[in-house]
Structure formats: C-alpha cells, structure tokens
C-alpha cells in the first residue's frame, strides 16, 4: 500500500483547504468576541522551566545553553496556565490567549504533538461563568463556520441548545450505576478497594496494579464519555478533588471541586476550574502528581517555584483551557485533526 501523501501535495491541500479556511474565520470570531467583553490578549512563552505538573502528561524537554557554556533543563509547555496565572497575579483581569501548546506520546485523529489551546480567564468571577462562555463558542463556531451542527463520527450536537450540566457522581450513577462519592471520606482521601468493588460490580475490568485515580479513568473513558454531548452539549461537573489538581474544592461538598469539562459529539472540548490559590496545597498536589508519575513512568517534571511564588499573590479567579482544533474539527465536520491544522508535524518514521 502506497504511502499517504504529504499534507503540502496540492490536490492534499486543495482538499483541506475549505478546514482551514474556516479556522481562520472562528479564530477571528472568537478574537471579537473576546474584545467585546473587555478582555486582553496575552501572548505567552512556550519555553517554560516546567512544562506542567500533571502525571499523565508528557512534555518535550529542551536545554538552554548560557554564554558560559552551563546548561539548564527547560520545557515546551503543556499549557499556557503556569503563565497566564502570573498574569493574574500582576494584576490583569480578563485574559485570553490563543497558545501553541505540545505534548509528547499524543497522536491520533483527536491528538496531536502540537496544537492550539485557547484559555481564558475571569478574575472574581465563578467557574459558572465560565459555563455561558461555553455556550456561546459553540453556537458562535457553528454560526462563523454556517452549520445547524456540530457532527463527529457520525455524532451530532445542536450548538444552539444550553448544555446540559451532569455532575460526575451522577454520571457514575446513570451511566455505570457505580456510586462514585461512597469510595471518597470528607477529606477527600479516596477508597480504591471500595471503587475496585462496584467496578466488576458493573462488569469492568480491575487490574491489580489499578490505582483509585486508574479506575476513575476506566469508567470515564469506557461508560461515561461515549454518552456525552450526543445532541446538546454537555457539560461534567463536579470532579473528585483527586481528579482536579489546579481547583478548588466546592463549598457544597468537600469531596468535588470546581471543575468541569465541556462535550459535544462525545468528544472533550474544554477543561475549567475555579481557581486554587492555596500554594501550599497547590505545592502538596504537584508532587503527589509527579510521585506518580515516577512511580508509572519513572520520571517527573520540576515544580515551577516561580508560579508558586505568583500563586500567593493570585486573586480568585476562574479559568478554561478550550482544544480550539478540536471545536473546529467539530464545527467543519472534519474527521481528523489534521485536517485543520495548517501545518502539521509529520509522522515519525519507522
């Protein structure tokens, strides 16, 4: 079988064209829409001394080579949020940014090595703001690109409707008929023997070496996702503090934290918090985060003290991080995601 042509072959190009084209139009939409509401575009750098302190995420490392000839590890970040934190912290109060974001051992009609995240942020403002933004981009993408819809996969979403608001635990519940905040106490330590329980309880699968945070993945991904946004969107509220690194618990429940992500056509679109400010516990939760990491990968990230430092100094703000090829995939009806995507980096070769 012959191989695919390259992205920049014309008639490969001519066919992408109308994608990208209309990328450019939701970009510009979405600039305004932004202006309009007094927000500030910030531009951040993509080197970082971290690229982010999540477990699962994977980073591209890089050095810096002084005049001196000394050497200093630094990142390609994940995410623009280290940074637009620091923002905050210096006193702007609305920001939006378009970011080059990168993430290794990603690839995949959704994924890819590098892409654009588009982020913003309300200082004092509640994460449920946040929530109406997410309506309006979605109706806003499918009116910029002239669709009734967004579609993936044979999947469809009226970009016009408000979202449904479905808390994780009763995602659990509909979905799975797992009772999720039975295996977490009031502090928000969680029980892996009583998640492991209800989860061959309801016929998935548990591995021995299954962590708590494993098996609150399994269920997310294999009877949660896959029923999400199918006709509205959909936003999943309520994460496990576990599962929520940068959020601050709720003020209802303990257990849950402010944040939420945003489906349509069964696919992730958005991640947002209500911020943590606490840098201490912000501090405790990174390192339990690259503990981990070690422990499955066998390497870790260093904390960006710096951040920490800003952190102290944040006032209390919401923010979202948005896949914004990913809203443009959905509201052009493109199957993968580099058909949207300019420039795409090659595939490694074999």
């Not at 449920?128 to 999947?155: P, V």
């Not at 948005?322 to 580099?338: K, P």
Request: aromatic share 8%; net charge negative.
């Amino acid at each position: 079988m012959p191989a695919p042509s390259p992205w920049w072959t014309p008639h490969v190009h001519a066919d992408r064209r109308p994608f990208l084209l209309n990328r450019n139009r939701i970009q510009a939409a979405l600039r305004g829409f932004f202006a309009e509401r007094d927000f500030v575009e910030v531009d951040t750098a993509t080197l970082q001394t971290s690229p982010g302190n999540e477990a699962h995420l994977h980073a591209f490392a890089t050095e810096a080579i002084a005049l001196d000839g000394s050497r200093a590890p630094l990142y390609l970040h994940t995410s623009p949020e280290f940074a637009c934190k620091k923002l905050l912290a210096a006193g702007e109060t609305r920001i939006s940014c378009f970011a080059h974001v990168y993430r290794n051992r990603e690839r995949g009609p959704l994924h890819h090595p590098e892409f654009t995240m588009l982020e913003w942020y309300r200082v004092g403002e509640t994460y449920e703001t946040l929530m109406g933004d997410c309506a309006k981009i979605l109706a806003l993408a499918a009116e910029t690109a002239k669709t009734r819809a967004l579609t993936f996969r044979g999947r469809t979403t009226d970009p016009f409707l408000e979202p449904e608001r479905l808390s994780v635990a009763e995602a659990f519940s509909r979905f799975a008929g797992i009772d999720l905040l039975a295996s977490i106490d009031p502090s928000g330590t969680t029980d892996r023997e009583r998640l492991a329980a209800s989860l061959r309880q309801a016929g998935l699968r548990v591995a021995e070496d299954d962590t708590w945070s494993d098996l609150f993945s399994r269920v997310i991904v294999e009877r949660v996702e896959p029923n999400l946004g199918h006709g509205r969107a959909t936003i999943l509220d309520e994460y496990p503090v576990a599962e929520a690194a940068l959020a601050r618990p709720t003020m209802r429940d303990s257990r849950v934290a402010e944040r939420f992500e945003l489906y349509a056509c069964g696919v992730e679109l958005a991640n947002a918090f209500g911020e943590l400010t606490d840098a201490a516990e912000q501090r405790r939760r990174f390192e339990a985060e690259m503990a981990e990491k070690m422990r499955v990968y066998g390497e870790s990230y260093p904390v960006d003290e710096d951040f920490l430092a800003a952190l102290a100094h944040m006032p209390e703000a919401s923010g979202i991080a948005l896949g914004f090829d990913r809203l443009v995939m959905l509201a052009t009806g493109a199957s993968r995601i580099e058909q949207v995507l300019w420039a795409p980096v090659p595939e490694i070769s074999r």
